[in-house]
C-alpha cells in the first residue's frame, strides 16, 4: 500500500499477519481481495450513509446498487469473475426505514443480478444512525491480478475517463445539481470483470487494481507494492469530456471504479486496443510507464522532466478529517 494515514493504520492492524497465513491463503493482505486455494477470490466494501453516499442525493436503491457495484469492482481488480455477494445491512428504526430499507436492499439484489451474480444471504439489524452496509463479494480466477508484480519496460493503462463521479460529488456538496450523465457515473459504478478478464487473458496484463480512491493515490499502491515508479503521462490521462470535470478530479477525486493495469511494452499490445474497444465499447488509455525506482511521478510533456506526485487520492483519515459529503 502507498502511502497514507488511512493504510498506515491498516499496517499497523495487520502486522505480521503474512507470517501466519494458511498454506490455502494464496493471496493475502494488500491487494483488492485475498485469494483461497484453487481459485476463490473474496473481498469486503463497507457503505456509510454520509461517508460513501446521501439519500438526499440518491435514492435508497441507487445507494444499495452503488453499495454492492463498488465490493464487485474488486473482483475485476484481481481478475476474478463473479460468482455473488452476501450483504449485511444495519437500517435505523422508525417507520420510514421501513420502505427506505426495502429499496436500499433491492438494489443490492437486483444490481448484483445485473452484474450476472447471486445474492447469497448476509445479516440484517438495527443501527442506531443511518444507514450501513457491509458487501462481501465472491469470485473465481485461475490468474489473480495483483499490485505486487508491475515490472520495469511495461507500459500502463487505464480503461474509460476518469473524473465524473467526483465532479458529481463536487456539484451536490456545493449546492448544484450534477447534470445526468455525471450523476450515473456516481450511482451506476460499472465493475469492469469482463474487460479485467480480457486483459489478463488476451494481452497479458501482470499486474492492476481498480481506481475507487483516485488515479493518483492508488498507482500509489501499485507502486509500492511493486517496488517500483510509475511516470504518469499528464496529457494522456483520459479525464471526463464534461466542462464540470477537471485534471484534479481525474487525479485524486476517486469513485471511477475503472482499471489500472500494467501491460507488456510495444506493437503487439497497441495492436490489441482497437480490439478491446470493439468488444467492449470502452476506451483503453495508455497513460504512462514502469520504470526502475519508487514512487509516483507525473510528466507535463515529453520533453520535461517527470516530478514526484506530492499528493494521493482519498484517506478517510487524513490530518483535516478526510473528506465528507
Known amino acids: 500500500m502507498g502511502p497514507g494515514r488511512e493504510f ?9 499477519a503474512h507470517a501466519s497465513l494458511a498454506d490455502d491463503v494464496l493471496v493475502g493482505p494488500g491487494d483488492d481481495a485475498a485469494v483461497l486455494a484453487p481459485d476463490l477470490v473474496v473481498s469486503s466494501d463497507m457503505a456509510l450513509e454520509g461517508i460513501h453516499f446521501r439519500l438526499d ?3 435508497p436503491h441507487e445507494a444499495g446498487g452503488r453499495a454492492v457495484a463498488a465490493a464487485i469492482s474488486d473482483l475485476a481488480a484481481m481478475g476474478a469473475g463473479l460468482l455473488g455477494v452476501l450483504a449485511s445491512v444495519a437500517l435505523p428504526g422508525g417507520e420510514e426505514w421501513e420502505e427506505r430499507g426495502d429499496r436500499f436492499m433491492a438494489g443490492i439484489r437486483d444490481r448484483t443480478e445485473e452484474l450476472g451474480g447471486a445474492l447469497l444471504g448476509g445479516d440484517l439489524t438495527r443501527s442506531p444512525a443511518g444507514l450501513v452496509a457491509d458487501v462481501v463479494a465472491l469470485g473465481r480466477t485461475r490468474r489473480p491480478l495483483r499490485r505486487s508484480t508491475a515490472r520495469a519496460g511495461e507500459e500502463l493503462w487505464v480503461t474509460g475517463q ?13 449546492g448544484g445539481t450534477p447534470p445526468p450523465e455525471l450523476r450515473r457515473r456516481y450511482t451506476h459504478p460499472e465493475p469492469r470483470i469482463g474487460p479485467a478478464l480480457w ?9 492492476g487494481l481498480d481506481l475507487s480512491d483516485g488515479l493518483a493515490g492508488d498507482a500509489s499502491h501499485m507502486a509500492a507494492a511493486s517496488g517500483v515508479r510509475l511516470i504518469l503521462d499528464e496529457s494522456r490521462i483520459p479525464v471526463d469530456p464534461h466542462p464540470e470535470v477537471t485534471l484534479e478530479l481525474a487525479l485524486h477525486g476517486g469513485e471511477d471504479y475503472e482499471l489500472l ?5 510495444g506493437a503487439a499490445t497497441q495492436a490489441r486496443v482497437e480490439e478491446f474497444e470493439e468488444v467492449f465499447d470502452l476506451s483503453l488509455t495508455r497513460i504512462g510507464r514502469v520504470e526502475p525506482g ?3 511521478w507525473i510528466q507535463s510533456d515529453e520533453g520535461s522532466p517527470p516530478r514526484l506526485m506530492d499528493r494521493g487520492g482519498h484517506d478517510h483519515f487524513r490530518e483535516d478529517g478526510g473528506p465528507t459529503l
Do not use: C, F, Q
Open 162 to 174: 476518469l473524473g465524473a463521479a467526483a465532479a458529481a460529488v463536487e456539484l451536490w456538496s456545493g
Open 294 to 296: 519508487e514512487g509516483v
Open 57 to 59: 442525493w440518491i435514492t
Open 261 to 265: 493495469v500494467a501491460l507488456p511494452g
Open 199 to 207: 486483459l489478463v487473458r488476451t494481452v497479458g496484463a501482470s499486474a
Open 8 to 16: 498506515d493504520r491498516i499496517r499497523r492492524l495487520l502486522g505480521e
